[in-house]
Nanobody
């Protein structure tokens, strides 16, 4: 069965850093775009970042540019999100997702989703 399991979340002070990991299994990881999507309390989904399966092309939403870095290790079937200079507005549940295509903003069109992990940025 397909599984996407996030780890590495938690509580951090403003200005601090966290690295999220997503371990994938049950599908051919190396041919899928991988995404990080977040949902803040009372708000809709926000597509944060994406990385192409093979050529290293990446996408970032404007609020996280220069602070977040997405990467993947196909040998480990794992995608990462390094989050630096964290702000309170980054507080959200972060979801790992997979899609054979590059498409943003469609929850039901995305192929696979993880369970989500909480990131809280607070003093």
């Amino acid at each position: 069965q397909v599984q996407l399991v996030e780890s590495g979340g938690g509580l951090v002070q403003p200005g601090g850093s966290l690295r999220l990991s997503c371990a994938a299994s049950g599908f051919t990881f190396s041919i899928y775009w991988m995404y990080w999507v977040r949902q803040a309390p009372g708000k809709g989904l926000e597509w944060v970042s994406a990385v192409h399966a093979g050529n290293g092309v990446t996408y970032y939403t404007d609020p996280v540019k220069g602070r977040f870095t997405i990467s993947r290790d196909n040998a480990k079937n794992t995608v990462y999100l390094q989050m630096n200079s964290l702000k309170p507005e980054d507080t959200a549940v972060y979801y790992c997702a997979a899609d054979r295509q590059f498409r943003l903003g469609s929850r039901t069109a995305t192929d696979y989703w993880g369970q989500g992990i909480q990131v809280t940025v607070s003093s």
